[in-house]
Nanobody, 123 residues
Framework: QVQLVESGGGLVQAGGSLRLSCAAS????????MRWYRQAPGKQRELVAL???????NYAGSVEGRFTVSEDNAKNTMYLQMNSLKPEDTAVYYC?????????????????WGQGTLVTVSS
């Protein structure tokens, strides 16, 4: 069984910073892409950032220049450094990853979600 656990959320004032972590554990052979999503009150879940196993990154336009996604492959952990936070960044942030657990089936990936961590930015 594979699981993702997010941490690092909390309450911060506008202009402040937070660093989120997403730790993957369990029977992991290879992680392809890891992603950060967020869901604000009354809105649909949206993609915030992603990082591939090779280190390539992509960001939503609303966070580019303020957020940085990184990973530590040895620890199976992804991070999201959030700077210059705005009230509109308030949301539950979710970790998502495509994970292969069986090297004999290299094309079999499962999409795994964490339970989320709440980020609240006050004005």
């Amino acid at each position: 069984q594979v699981q993702l656990v997010e941490s690092g959320g909390g309450l911060v004032q506008a202009g402040g910073s937070l660093r989120l972590s997403c730790a993957a554990s369990g029977s992991i052979f290879r992680i392809n892409t890891m992603r950060w999503y967020r869901q604000a009150p009354g809105k649909q879940r949206e993609l915030v950032a992603l990082i591939t196993s090779g280190g390539s990154t992509n960001y939503a336009g609303s966070v580019e220049g303020r957020f940085t996604v990184s990973e530590d492959n040895a620890k199976n952990t992804m991070y999201l450094q959030m700077n210059s936070l705005k009230p509109e960044d308030t949301a539950v942030y979710y970790c998502n990853a495509d994970i292969n657990s069986d090297p004999s089936r290299p094309y079999r990936y499962l999409e795994v979600w964490g339970q989320g961590t709440l980020v609240t930015v006050s004005s």
